[in-house]
């Protein structure tokens, strides 16, 4: 399925709009990966832990976006928007929240 983020796909002409799909994932970040994450924003570097989490749960989001749109018919999304949160829960860690939307199209050419 083609996916963009962009109103039109180049050289493709849309001939069917079949509305807004959406896809959402929130996946704990338990306590362990937020420490360490913690003591990487304190020296510096990358984590890696929460870049996995953040990499699963965009995937997710993706597929069960793709699969909205299958069910309808569509062959294409268009106008997909990507949105991170990070939802604090107090003292035991966080959950992180990746949704994606976008319009379901059928697409030729």
Request: net charge negative; charged share 20%; proline share 1%.
């Amino acid at each position: 399925m083609i996916q963009s983020t962009t109103p039109s796909i180049e050289g493709k002409r849309i001939t069917r709009y079949h509305g807004v799909v959406t896809g959402e994932a929130i996946l704990g970040a338990n306590i362990f990966k937020d420490f360490f994450a913690g003591i990487r924003d304190i020296i510096g570097g990358r984590s890696a832990a929460y870049e996995k989490e953040l990499r699963k749960a965009r995937e997710i989001a993706f597929a069960e976006m793709e699969a909205q749109a299958q069910s309808l018919g569509a062959n294409a999304v268009v106008g997909i928007d990507i949105d991170y949160e990070n939802i604090t829960m107090g003292n035991s860690g966080g959950m992180l929240m990746v949704t994606v939307s976008g319009t379901a199209v059928n697409v030729e050419g």
